[in-house]
């Protein structure tokens, strides 16, 4: 009965979580939520970014790892199997959430380190398409997919499956561009369980503010709200801001759509977009610009990835005038 069980389970984390993908992404675009930003450079980049570190790096670091342990702590295969199955849920979420906030925030807090997150931020819209979307390198080095190998070899393998199908699940919705808080936000009755749970989880509104295109409007918040399935992280360490709006824009104000391959691969590949921090002499970190300047580098990125430069142009020095 308990293999039964595992093996449905195991089902709901693959195919549930495409399904729910699926459903959120049609319900997206349906209603328009990219508008004209997803152009076919940003196509490129969450297609490429979805494929490469998603379906073939962690699962092959997960494939590998499990092979390797053995050869090296053979003695302490299934340590844990006396741990029941509610303990063995706590340790790997934990584990796995508490590492991924360090980890990603050292990304935030360490000038060298953030051009290996800097993809995840580039997309100027919240949404499926951009919820993958990581440089390579720093999917390879994620430090939870390392922790919760070693636990899993060590016998928590049932509670790792429910535990990613929840936090995939969570860490989808946070990225999607339906806020599905908001009534949470608007009826009062509601207000004691929001209270709960922008503490406890991520949320549209607290992870579209990390998201945002500026920190020092009250709203966006990209220096904090780094925390993946558990929103209490942030609430712990300091770094949480809730103001249950959600930013007018996303993105890095600099941005002027670095091709897709530097964004996948960077360091090995290198932006031939002059000044980009991905840029072979580029900066290590960028300053933010106001954001009426970053809506006319949108502008000239987007038909220049297009093949539209001329109109671009124009239409930057109309904007300007």
Known sequence: MIKIIQQIIDNLNGYGLSVLVLILGVLEFSFGLYKKRWNKNEKFVDIACFVLPKLVIRPAIAFFGLKFLPAVIPALRNEFDWV?????????????????????????????????????????????????????????????TYVTTILVYLGLGAPRIIVGAIKSTITTLAHSSIPWDKPFYKYKVLHPIAWVLERLISTPATHHAHHAATTDDGVGYYKGNFGNMFFLWDVIFGTAHISRQYPSAYGISHYEGDPWYAQLLWPIFKSNVAGSELAADGPIVKQDIPIEERDLLTIRAVHQNNGERELALKEVSAAAG
């Open 84 to 144: 029941s199955f509610g303990w063995g849920l706590l340790i790997i979420a934990i584990a796995d959430d508490l590492t991924q906030y360090w980890y990603h925030r050292l990304h935030h807090e360490i000038p060298w380190l953030w051009r290996f997150h800097r993809t995840h931020h580039s997309a100027s819209y919240m949404g499926m398409a951009m919820a993958s979307r990581q440089n390579a390198l720093y999917t390879l080095f994620f430090s939870q």
